[in-house]
């Protein structure tokens, strides 16, 4: 050690029995004395060089004949020197005899409020030169004694979070924890970024080489050195910065700013961990179990389980608390990036298992644990996502599974690599109202691509079963939840296996239900990355029953066990004609093999998934969201490349962005207008019926003005007529289409605005638009039922046809068709615009074409029906007509609406064809301009009032089972051909203003196939129903 004589101020160096000495503790500046200056007779011109002579004047007033100050005690030019030096520092402060801490910022006044303050605290060398004397007296600016660190231990304390006890030397720094050690250096800072290491070798007792350049290396170096002395979990007790947030953080620190909130943290007091630095990782072999943790309220935001390693309680709050880690692979684990500390009084979460886990790794490294999750243990495992039906209850083996991700991984970090252990699920769920049902699942990963078998579990015998006489319980309670079993143990022990398949069939009440598994490929997010995942799926359907005959093995129709069945038999007028009778059973079989009234909403379609759909004959809703999942290809080849299934995957959702690019999706009513230069045919009617039915109320008139109440004098016995009526017809522009939607507020309805508002106030947002525009939508939909309702269709493809004035908005669509339709159905014969308002109905009816409903504003509800229902909606052929304008009379009133009947015009035309001698010819000629259609109105039918006109009239709708789904914007749905549907629309909201806007959507008519068996079985059935009502005639 080397000491200046303060006497002489020469500097003499000391091996063995050192003399007592005085120390010196301040922050450089200008003009400091180095090792060589103190031998240069310049020493004393330079700045430094007064503290070194103030610093031998106290010690010699104190009768020390020795000093030490470190900018000339020490050769810096030599490195050995120098970590020597830094090594023995802190025991050098230690055994000093007194400590002279120079403050050349504190003012002779108000010590004790400002002394915290000063730039000597804010420093990371002199935090072991504030902790290590025992003795520590303070000099101001002026080298006036102001105190010693026993007078200012409060305000000290205070500032620096440090115990008191701990400043003045009661209480030693080895019962301190390492975190709260290290967040006492949080707010410090040094001049060399390996410094901050450095300075804290003394607080934590430890040695280790200097090598300036290693920049924040230094201080992991710090944290491997502390780890090899103390089992102290709270070392891992930091935060990352805010903007930090990553998949995964690595497990050390990267600075004494990561412990700044965690000055209050200790370790649990009757632990005693066994843990170690590997190249593999941090290696936990003691009794350090892992908590499995769900959150409640207050906590993380993500409400799946997750693995929590117990660090210590925080005194503050007394809470235990830690980190959230993702598991990489069988016992390999990472610090997840995404979350603060777990617990901790910070955020809430319940422990729900304790994991009887010992020798795991955490890694230290976060690119290794992104690496892995992508490549290795992740790539083409199991997943398990979570279904509304059935709920996961149990899992095996431990070992391989992920309970954040709901993943089983591979088992070794090799592309390729299988497992031959069993991969076992336990399920629970509910069927129906009061009858749950549990199954367990066995997936067989030992090929290139997984299967599974099924069991349903009895819970009166307690043991699965594929039979009525199970023989044997399941394995995996105990000894194989943790661990792995291989399929040749499980075998002895459940025969039944070797039986099972897939599927499994579940009888309830005098129904059974199908449940059947498979594997599907797909993509999930992982730590941030895409991975390719067999992802787990069931399908549930009901299926006829036969007590005496496997139900997968036959068809039959169970009439008796059926309620519709039921109401047939019950019916009070169940002589039904052998036509009829025919067509109720097609009708239940095929309610029996669908039964669900739901039309599935799915994300954007390969074209092989909707070439499926196109098969199935089914409705579906496809939702244009670039966030969703692609879904599978349906090829899983075991030679397929991996590249090209993920290049597929790609240009899929690539495709979807494109189509989402497109102007239509962000039109605005002005961006339209200036598009469509020309005026545009609108269609009017006075109520929104588009090509409906009308009654007239006196069938020997022909015309008149349309109004459906009866006259005073009109005979009620009298049937009124009921004709399809067409709408007129008027040019406009676009723009003033757009006003006469969007009707101004009258002054007559400013009543209305408490009503308005009271309702709001209970009312949602939703997609179509916030409260405040929800009031005003109501309001226009109020008015639109007391006005003329306008509205733009077409059925001759406005958009493609060149001389439409409507053609300049097919810019801004997906040219022609949709990608994913063009392979499957070819080119559209027709691509038209719909626009109106919500007072706009069309009727029930069918297209004989493919249908895709491209939805841009607004929603459309629609009510569909089968073509097998076809005898249920009481189709009959009607006159036709079309509603004219025509002036009242009185110039103050609005032009008024009359029916005017085709056989009127071709009659008024074969009049004026006719020479003049044949006009008084017969004119009671009757024209066949009559055409079927469906006088059944979905929203306003009703079977349940004591009317029973209805009922009577209709009394085969009772068997339908209309299905209801909204289309809202940026969907697409796919109605088959042949399909009957009623449609009606709810208003938008513009996105540039937030104002309503009408209902936009894109019809594409694709022509259908006329090939094959649908078209003839659908025809067969027409043929039916017209029997059915020539012999209702007879």
């Keep these: 050690m080397r000491l200046i004589n303060t006497h002489t101020w020469a500097l003499e160096e000391f091996y063995a029995r050192v003399p007592r000495y005085a120390i010196l503790s301040h922050t450089w500046g200008e003009g400091e004395v180095s090792f060589r200056d103190m031998r240069s007779p310049e020493r004393q011109r330079m700045k430094g060089f007064a503290k070194i002579l103030q610093t031998c004047k106290l010690a010699r007033a104190d009768k020390i004949d020795y000093a030490w100050v470190d900018t000339c005690c020490i050769d810096k030019s030599s490195s050995a020197e120098l970590t020597e030096a830094i090594n023995s520092m802190f025991q050098w402060y230690m055994h000093a005899a007194k400590c002279y801490v120079f403050m050349e910022d504190l003012q002779r006044l108000d010590e004790n409020a400002i002394l915290p303050q000063c730039r000597w605290f804010t420093r990371g060398w002199t935090l072991q030169e504030l902790l290590a004397p025992k003795v520590l007296e303070i000099f101001n600016m002026h080298w006036e004694f102001v105190g010693t660190k026993a007078d200012y231990a409060r305000a000290i304390s205070v500032a620096t979070e440090i115990p008191e006890a701990v400043i003045v030397g009661e209480a030693a720094l080895g019962n301190c924890s390492v975190a709260a050690k290290m967040s006492w250096a949080a707010r410090r800072e040094t001049t060399r970024v390996e410094d901050m290491a450095y300075c804290l070798l003394g607080i934590f007792d430890v040695n280790m080489p200097m090598l300036y350049g290693e920049g924040w290396k230094a201080f992991r170096r710090l944290q491997e050195e502390v780890i090899k002395r103390s089992n102290d979990l709270t070392i891992f007790a930091w935060s990352s910065s805010a903007g930090q947030e990553q998949s995964s953080l690595p497990l050390l620190a990267e600075s004494p700013a990561a412990f700044a909130g965690s000055s209050s943290i200790c370790p649990f007091s009757d632990d005693f961990e066994d843990f170690s630095v590997t190249n593999k990782g941090l290696l936990i072999s003691g009794d350090a179990p892992l908590r499995v943790v769900a959150p409640v309220a207050g906590g993380p935001e ?13 005194e503050a709050t007394g809470a235990d608390g830690g980190v959230y880690l993702r598991k990489i692979g069988p016992k390999i684990y990472c610090r997840d990036g995404g979350s603060p500390l777990a617990g901790f009084g910070r955020n809430k979460y ?30 083409r495992a199991i997943h398990v996502p979570t279904t509304g039906m059935f709920r996961l209850t149990v899992q095996a083996p431990e070992l391989l599974w992920d309970r954040t991700d709901r993943v089983f991984l591979r088992p070794k970090a090799y592309k390729g690599t299988h497992t031959r252990s069993v991969l076992f699920l336990g399920f629970k769920g509910n069927l129906s109202v009061g009858r ?21 579990w009895d819970e009166d015998d307690s043991h699965p079963s594929n039979s009525s006489s199970p023989s044997s319980h399941v394995p995996f309670a105990d000894k194989y939840r943790m661990e792995t079993a291989h399929w040749t143990d499980i075998a002895t022990q459940i025969p039944e296996l070797e039986r099972a398949g897939s599927s499994i069939d579940v009888k309830v009440g005098s129904q059974v239900y199908r449940i059947a598994s498979s594997f599907r490929k797909g993509v999930v997010e992982s730590l941030s990355k895409e991975v390719e995942l067999f992802i787990l799926e069931f399908n549930v359907e009901r299926r006829p029953y036969n007590s005496k005959i496997d139900p997968c093995l036959y068809y039959n129709s169970f009439l008796r066990d059926n309620q519709m069945a039921h109401r047939v038999n019950n019916d009070s007028d169940s002589s039904h004609s052998p036509a009829a009778s025919i067509l109720l059973k097609l009708i239940e079989d095929y309610h029996s093999f669908n039964p669900s009234r739901e039309v599935p909403v799915l994300p954007y379609p390969t074209p092989l998934e909707f070439s499926k759909q196109v098969g199935r004959g089914r409705p579906c809703v496809y939702r244009l969201d670039p966030n969703d999942q692609p879904p599978p290809t349906g090829n899983d080849e075991i030679d397929e490349d991996e590249e090209d299934e ?57 015309r008149g003005f349309y109004n459906e109440e009866k006259d005073e004098d009109e005979d009620e016995d009298e049937e009124a007529e009921e004709v399809f009526v067409q709408p007129a017809t008027i040019k406009m522009s676009l723009s ?11 002054d007559d309805e400013e009543e209305d605005d408490d009503e308005y508002e009271e309702e709001s106030t209970t009312t949602t947002t939703t997609s179509i638009g916030t409260n405040s525009t929800n009031v005003n939508r109501r309001r226009h939909e109020k008015r639109q039922k ?25 810019e801004d669509l997906p040219r022609r068709h949709l990608p994913f339709a063009g392979p499957v159905l070819g080119q559209p014969e027709a691509v038209n615009i719909w626009i109106g308002g919500s007072g706009s109905v069309t009727s029930t009816h069918r297209d004989p074409y493919e249908n895709l409903y491209l939805v841009l504003k607004g929603c459309k509800t629609f009510t569909l029906y089968p073509p097998v229902e076809e005898l249920c909606l009481h189709a009959k052929r009607v006159r036709t007509g079309r509603h004219v304008l025509v002036d009242s009379g009185d110039n103050k009133r609005e032009k008024e609406f009359e029916i005017v009947l085709d056989d009127d015009i071709q009659q008024q035309e074969q009049e004026k064809s006719a020479p003049e001698t044949e006009t008084d010819t017969d004119t009671d000629t009757e024209y066949d301009n009559k055409i079927p259609w469906i006088p059944i109105d979905p929203d306003t039918i009703n079977f349940s009032s004591s009317d029973t006109s209805a009922k009577t009239k209709y009394h085969y709708y009772k068997y339908s089972n209309p299905i209801k789904v909204k289309v809202w914007e940026n969907e697409i749905l796919y ?55 020539r012999e209702e005639q007879r």
């Excluded at 997750?306 to 925080?314: I, K």
């Excluded at 749950?436 to 349903?456: I, Q």
């Design 350 to 379: 319940v422990v729900r298992h304790l994991l009887d886990a010992t020798d795991y790794y955490i890694l230290i490294d976060p690119l290794t644990a992104t690496t892995i999750s992508r490549l290795t243990f992740r790539s």
């Design 302 to 314: 993500r409400s799946t389980e997750r693995y929590v390693l117990h660090l210590g309680s925080d």
């Design 786 to 810: 007391d006005t003329k309702q306008y509205y733009l269709q077409s059925q001759n493809s406005n958009l493609t046809t060149t001389s439409s004035s409507l053609s300049p908005l097919l």
């Design 436 to 456: 749950a049902v549990r199954f367990y699942v066995f997936c067989d990963y030992r090929g290139a691509s997984p299967s599974c078998k099924m069991l349903l």
């Design 975 to 1029: 109605l088959p051909s042949g399909w009957f549907h009623h449609v009606r629309q709810e208003c938008g909201v513009w996105d540039d203003d937030g104002q309503i806007a009408p209902c936009i959507a894109v019809n594409y008519w694709y022509d259908m196939d006329y090939e094959g068996e649908k078209y003839a079985t659908r025809e067969m059935m027409t043929r039916l129903v017209e029997t059915v009502r």
């Design 646 to 702: 993920k290049v597929r995957n790609r240009l899929t959702k690539d495709e979807m962005k494109n189509i989402l690019s497109c102007s239509a999706f962000s039109w605005t009513r002005q961006s339209m207008c200036e598009k469509v230069k020309e005026d545009v045919e609108v269609a009017v009617t006075p109520d929104g019926r588009a090509d409906s039915l009308y009654r007239l109320p006196r069938p020997q008139s022909r």
């Design 736 to 746: 003033t289409l757009f006003d006469k939607l969007l009707i101004p507020q009258d």
